[in-house]
């Protein structure tokens, strides 16, 4: 099977009417997925349906040919890591935050992982600047030794020189064979980092 | 056993009876000066001056009367006046909760579970008897601070998990549950609704001598008698907020995630 992921035909509703409706797409198990759309159109929304922090109304949402419904919601949550916009920090040091997401994980092999300094891992993680923030996301995601990546805009907090270290730290995983899809409302990001692109149209 | 009744004879005053609607009149002045004070600083808390003001006569003049004829060998009224108060709290605190859904389902559980099981439990091991006189005044006093408590803990839980909800998410993310994700703000909206009492407890008889044993004291009981009626009240206000905390809290928690460990939609959707 080359699908990681299917939408069948989903709707998700808001306050006012539809947010996406019969929205069908597969993204491939290989290679880096790219959503892009304007803003509104319910990028975020359907990416948060991959690991279930939201459900569709209606239609169902896919994981390796079977309804993510059928999963224990936890289980698939370590599968499918998701990392949002703003770098989410715990209280407490970079190791401890790391241990959130497994207890017996390597923080030093985490942090080389991504590419920060392994002296870092004692440091409070409240300390960090936001692009050393957003790495330690990424690396609390990897502890958890996902099959895919959710990445909600993850550049988009960063300044330039931040946002190139981690755009070729997400092709890398990509490369390393980690399933990756990436909402960016960027076509200059898309064009020059993603295997696929998915259009996401505003609805209607 | 406590008997609820302040018969002491050691006292040389008492205002017990001693008390006109002349003198509550007079008392009116005080008001007066509250509303002057608002005027003149423009608060605007005049109109609501008068409301308290009015209310409290309408409504302390009511509940006398029918606590008058509940004491006077009506005791089996007790479990209905308990059930009014119960429902006034739990209107109350579930109206200051609205923005949770089940708010009025989870005051009622919170304040009419914190209520019984203090009560049952001064009851069953004899500490108070089952005398509407007693359990009236015990019942009501637990059932207003429960109410408090439990305004507390839903209104902080659901303003720290929206406020918050990135870190919730994260968890969520991480396969935590929704009790785990939810923890930190869990734990610091129970402190939130808890502490107050504990505060109060802790400066007991240094900054205020507390209502139940200022009552005991005017009409005419011994201090020492007063003191003891007081710490039951302060243990049991302890042990009821507790309860009401948990409960609120748990009841809050389950109200705001789904059975799928999602938050729930209307708390996604607010503007952080």
Redesign the interface.
Known sequence: MTERFEYRDVRVDGDDGPIVEGFTAVISRVGLTAMVGSSGAGKTTLLRLLNRLDDPDAGQVLLDGKDVREYDVLQLRRRVQYVGQVPVTFPGTVAENLAMAEPSADAVALLERVGLPTALVERRADALSVGEAQRLSLARALACDPEALLLDEPTSALDTASKGGIEQLIRGLSDGGLTVVLVTHDPRQAAEMADAVLEVEAHQ | MIVATATSSSSSLSLSGSISFADVGLALCLVAVAVVVSRVRQVGLEGDLLVATFRSFAQLLAIGYVLDYVFKGHGALTLIVLAVMVGTATFTSGRRGRLVPGHYAISAAAIALAAASTLGVLVVLGIIPTAARAVIPLGSMIIASAMNTTSLVMVRLRDDLAAHR??V?????????SHQAAS?WHRAAMRTGMLPTIDQTKVVGLVALPGAMTGMILAGASASEAIRLQLVVMYMLLGGNAFAALVAGEATVRRLFTS????V?SL??VAI
């Open positions: 990135r870190e998410e994260a968890r969520l993310s991480l396969g935590q549950t930190p799928h460990h999602q938050l939609r996604r959707r």
